[in-house]
């Protein structure tokens, strides 16, 4: 698998996008661009690159989600190369529906569908096992501190991804990054800890909640309490 970060328009809001291709660029390798873009910027770059021959440049675009900064130039690729055209929600122009845990191929290997419905109820998480490539859309991977409202449908999906073990994130607006199992636990360790109420949240946001905990959920060992505590007030 070869992973090509396509170069973005600085003028507007606008995304990362990836190409993905197979390493000899054979006939059998499904040429997929994740995330096109706002618009056709990446046209021109993905027209210079060699992408095999006999064989279209692009085969299928694939959207974490739906925002416009990452779907907005889905028709132009798609009126150019004739490629489908996948997501996780129906609409507008899109060829084919996916679901969580299907496995897709995108270059010469298996990109795995993982629901993730924090950022968007549409988003998803792609992940390559062969490689250890994750493209992580807009889904809030890094959580540098223990403070902050998530669910515990987020923990376990942080937890899910922790086991993954990925070797390197392609997130949606940031760089890439390859220290990915190290931030992933502490992610969840942040998350965890949010959810047991060991943060003190800002003013004005004591006490407003009453959650239990759900089973199949890991919290820290010394949590005895089902319920989610305010710090400043000790209020349950």
């Known amino acids: 698998m ?12 606008t995304c990362n996008s990836y190409l993905i291709l ?18 056709d910027y990446v046209l021109d770059e993905i027209d210079r690159l060699s992408t095999g021959c006999g ?7 694939i959207l974490t989600h739906e925002h416009f900064d990452h779907g907005g130039g889905a028709m132009a690729i798609k009126r150019r190369y004739g490629c489908r055209l996948l ?17 897709i191929t995108a270059g010469d290997r298996q990109l795995e569908v993982i629901h993730a419905p924090f950022h968007s109820h549409d988003s ?17 991977l890094r959580i ?13 999906l942080l937890q899910r991804l922790a086991r993954l073990r990925p070797g390197t994130v392609y997130p949606g607006h940031d760089p890439p990054w390859s220290d990915a199992p190290g931030v992933l636990r502490q ?11 060991e943060y003190i949240p800002p003013p004005g946001r004591h006490h407003p909640w009453e959650e239990t905990k759900p089973a199949g959920i890991f919290l820290p060992a010394d949590t005895t309490q089902t319920k989610r505590r305010c710090a400043p007030c000790s209020r349950t």
């Open 55 to 61: 064989k279209r440049a692009v085969e299928q675009v």
């Open 144 to 156: 540098p501190q223990a403070a902050g409202s998530y669910s515990y449908e987020f923990a376990e």
């Open 124 to 140: 998803i998480c792609l992940y390559c096992h062969e490689e250890g490539a994750l493209f992580s859309g807009d889904t809030p």
């Open 87 to 103: 997501a996780f929600k129906a609409g507008n122009g899109i060829d084919g529906v996916l679901r969580h845990g299907e496995k």
């Open 2 to 13: 070869k992973i090509v970060p396509l170069g973005r328009n600085s003028a507007i809001y």
């Open 22 to 39: 197979g390493d000899w660029n054979r006939l059998a390798d499904v040429n997929t661009l994740i995330d096109p873009g706002t618009d």
């Open 187 to 197: 992610s969840l360790a942040n998350v965890r800890a949010s959810l047991a109420g």
